[in-house]
């Protein structure tokens, strides 16, 4: 058996799947960002200025058209806040990204809520809201350029 110092804890495990999303996405990978959400009607996703997506079928689209739309992509993720109520938890994070694509480059720090659902065993996204913080950009940058 393990020591207890090996175990994962609820909070841990939230953490390694919020950051399996932020490594797909940073990645620009589809099938990355397909094992990290539940596949399902009813999950959600808001993009910064976008309108409400909801399915799986739908939020795969739009993965799918911001990674073909993007060169490049830094995402680091800073207070990281965790929360696990049963098979249940959300992380609320600020997003510093840096992105380039045809024609110009953007920096922005957002504010983003992740919800996950723990089913056997496995913490996946059910929903992603993320929306820009107006008038800042991360560290070591002069300013957004969009």
């Excluded at 939020?59 to 207070?79: A, G, K, L, Y």
């Excluded at 806040?81 to 957002?110: D, K, P, Q, R, Y």
Aim: proline share 5%; hydrophobic share 45%; charged share 20%.
């Amino acid at each position: 058996m393990p020591s207890p110092t090996l175990l994962k804890t609820d909070e841990q495990e939230v953490l390694a799947a919020n950051q399996a999303f932020y490594e797909a996405l940073e990645a620009l990978d589809l099938e990355q960002m397909k094992a990290a959400w539940w596949h399902e009607d009813w999950v959600v996703c808001v993009h910064p200025g976008w309108d409400l997506i909801q399915g799986w079928e739908e939020i795969q689209e739009s993965w799918t058209n911001i990674f073909h739309s993007t060169e490049f992509m830094r995402v680091t993720v800073s207070r990281p806040l965790i929360h696990v109520v049963g098979e249940a938890a959300w992380v609320s994070c600020v997003e510093n990204v840096t992105s380039s694509f045809e024609g110009g480059f953007s920096t922005a720090m957002i504010e983003a809520t992740n919800i996950f659902i723990r089913r056997n065993g496995r913490w996946k996204i059910v929903h992603h809201h993320a929306a820009p913080l107006p008038g800042r950009v991360p560290s070591g940058t002069s300013q957004a350029v969009q």
